[in-house]
Structure formats: C-alpha cells, structure tokens
C-alpha cells in the first residue's frame, strides 16, 4: 500500500513537469503548476482521506440503521400531532358557528335569549371532512333585554283570540329553522329548535 502511494506520488510529479515542458508560455505556466499542485496534493493526502471514510461509514452505519428502527415512533408522533390539531379545528369550528348562528338568532324578533348546540360529523380521521350534524337551539321567547330599539306597544284586545301563544311559538321556530336552513345550506331535519319558559 506504501509503494503504490509512493509511485502515484511520483507519476503525478513527473506528469506535472511533463506539462510544463510543453507550454512554454509563462502565462499558462502559473495555471499549470497550481493544478498539478493540486493533483500532487490530492495524491499525497489519499490514502488519509481513503481511512477516513473508512472509519466514518463503519461508524455511521450502525446509527442510520438505529435510527430508522425508530421510525415507528416518529410516524405514531405525528399522527398523534396530527390528531390534536383536527380535534383543535374542531372545537374551533363548532365553537365558531354556534356563537355564529346564535347572533343571528337573536337578531329575530321575539327572541330574548338563544343558546346553540352544534353536533359536527367526521368522516375519518385522517382527514378533517366536517359536516353539520345536529343543530340545537334554545330559545327564550320575549324582547331581547340587549336591544336598544324603542318598540311601540301594540293595544292589548282582551278577548278569545288573545291567547295564542303555541302558535306565536309555532311561528318563531318556523321562522328561525327557515334562517338557518337558507344561510347554512342545512337539511330541516338536522336543525331542532327548543323553547325555554322563564
């Protein structure tokens, strides 16, 4: 191995001074001699580099292969991650839309009051396909104690069709299942809506 680094050694030299025997020209002279410096010393340090790597790939090899047994774990890491994030979306997207649905509910009137309940569907897992359930709203009939208009109080007549108020109920649950159906695009029989009495 010694005699073989020794000959490349003297190979390279004598093909350097070979070279420059052949151009004459003392311009190209300087370009010569830094490659065949170049050469001369890439021939010396070879066998150094060639140890080298040697040592590092039986060093590293053992690593790579540990390091892809965990594979496993860092697949089931990010899957979990993964998971955290769709529940996460989740609960922002249900938590959004209920507050959405609730002010326009609101905004109707004879409402007081409203709660939502959103119920949201997932397709798989993997994926965050999100359908729209269930929707329950509470509702508590009345004036809003929020609203700042001023309403004109309409005569009160005091006689048998006064008392209507399952159908004034009838009417508000009709009229807010309406809303939601034509701004969410949501099947009627996904939206229930429930009275609460004071």
Known sequence: MLTDWIKNIIFVV???????????SSSMQR????IMGLFIMLAILNPIIGAVQHLTSKDQLPTFAATSGDLNVITNEVN??????????LELYKKELSQQIRILVMAIDGVADANVVVEIKKDNAS??????????VYVKP?????????VSIAKVKIDKEFNKTEETHTDLKQRITDMIM????????KVEIKMLYS
């Open 31 to 34: 370009f010569v001699r830094v």
């Open 80 to 89: 979990h991650v993964t998971n955290d994030r769709n529940a996460l979306s």
């Open 182 to 189: 034509e701004l969410y695009q949501i099947p009627k029989e």
């Open 142 to 150: 009345g004036i809003s104690t929020k609203s700042e208009k001023i």
């Open 127 to 136: 994926t965050l396909a999100m359908g729209v359930n269930h929707i329950i």
């Open 14 to 24: 004598l093909f350097a001074s070979f070279l420059e025997l052949l151009l004459p």
